[in-house]
């Protein structure tokens, strides 16, 4: 696992693998319509343990079936927290025998970043349907990859932005659409944290580590939900204030964006700095996020008074009941793997811009 994966993403090589597992899409085609949709997750770490498993107990249109895991002496715990059958244990050797279980609707991939694009291809060619983690992956030819394998195998792909499955984001979501207040003119974004840690995957580039694709994304998302426009320019600068931990990724990024319509976004993220804020100026009024990206008490306020408070008991599985019930009825994903597809266009731009310390077209 600690392997960076991704020089095994190749486009030519991607469409024979595809091929060798196409019969599971008939497969998958003859299945019943469930009432539930079984879930395997894959990579059994802080993400997996302590909040999607703990959620997947809220779903109502989903359940907690299988997982997959590198760790055997995690198995005994999972089993006998959530009740899961032996034959819905995997490796990741084995890995592709989930295509004969039907328990198994849904594969999420809770990995580090490196290995996404790997093991979501692997996962679409079981004929399973596909849920990723963000960020989607390190590059745009791996999200392309991606998004190509759920194509060929019919199966829906969805990244996991829990944010954009939570009523008090969608709601400044609402008013880039209506326009309550005019045009957006300026947007601050905001979002990190300080991490103590120094030998996590976080700080490692082979593994798809550093702050812009881990916080960067939520700073990102923010402008461009804000302005419901992507971005045409970018300005950045990296930043470290502990070199001795972040000589191979970077701690703090700065960019400015700039859209089609004139607004322009100031964005920051970090892993040496607390931060988790967004305000959109518009011609007439403004809207504050504050917080923007916590797992829970994502809260606001409007320029007309009203007030953004949404109670949530659990974004994530807000987050799998909506992508579960997408695909119950076979319906568009809500954040489809395009969605990924998008940021990390603009996370390339970003690096290229603070490499080349100059404004980068996108």
């Known amino acids: 696992m600690a392997t960076n994966r991704r020089n095994f993403i190749k486009k030519t090589g991607f469409l024979a693998t595809a091929s ?49 895991t590198g760790s055997p002496h995690k198995i005994p715990k999972w089993k006998k ?19 004969n279980n039907n328990e198994i609707d849904v594969i999420y991939i809770v990995l580090p970043p490196s290995m996404h694009s790997e093991y979501s291809i692997r996962a679409a060619n079981t004929g399973k349907h596909v849920w990723c983690e963000k960020p989607m992956a390190p590059s745009v030819s791996e999200c392309e990859a991606m998004i190509k394998a759920c194509e060929v195998n019919k199966v829906k792909l969805a990244i996991g932005y829990r944010c954009q499955h939570d009523p008090n984001i969608q709601a400044y979501m609402k008013a880039a659409k209506e326009k309550p207040f005019g045009k957006v003119k300026m947007v601050s974004s905001a979002a990190g944290y300080f991490d103590g840690r120094s030998t996590h995957w976080k700080q490692k580039k082979s593994l798809g580590g550093g702050a812009m694709g881990d916080m960067g994304v939520y700073a990102l998302q923010g402008a461009r939900l804000a302005t419901g426009e992507e971005p045409i320019s970018v300005i950045a600068k990296t930043h470290t204030t502990r070199p001795e931990i972040y000589h191979e990724v970077e701690e703090t990024v700065m960019f400015q964006l700039e859209f089609p319509s004139g607004a322009l976004a100031a964005c920051h993220t970090s892993f040496g700095i607390r931060m988790s804020h967004l305000q959109i100026d518009y011609e007439k009024g403004w809207i504050k996020i504050d917080p923007h990206w916590k797992y829970a008490g994502n809260k606001g306020s409007m320029s007309n008074g009203t007030i953004i408070d949404f109670p949530l008991e659990s974004q994530q599985a ?15 994903m809500m954040v489809p793997g395009e969605e990924g597809l998008r940021d990390i266009r603009v996370v390339e731009a970003v690096f290229k811009s603070a490499a080349k310390n100059c404004e980068i077209k996108i």
């Open 20 to 68: 060798a597992f196409s019969p599971n899409i008939l497969l998958s085609a003859t299945k019943a319509k469930k009432e539930k949709l079984g879930v395997a997750l894959v990579g059994l770490g802080y993400y997996s343990t302590d909040l999607l498993a703990p959620a997947l107990q809220l779903t109502k249109n989903c359940e907690l079936k299988g997982i997959v």
């Open 81 to 99: 927290l959530y009740n899961i059958k032996d034959k819905n244990i995997y490796n990741y050797q084995n890995f592709e025998q989930i295509a």
């Open 318 to 332: 807000k987050q799998m009941d909506d992508d579960a019930y997408s695909i119950l009825n076979d319906m568009p």
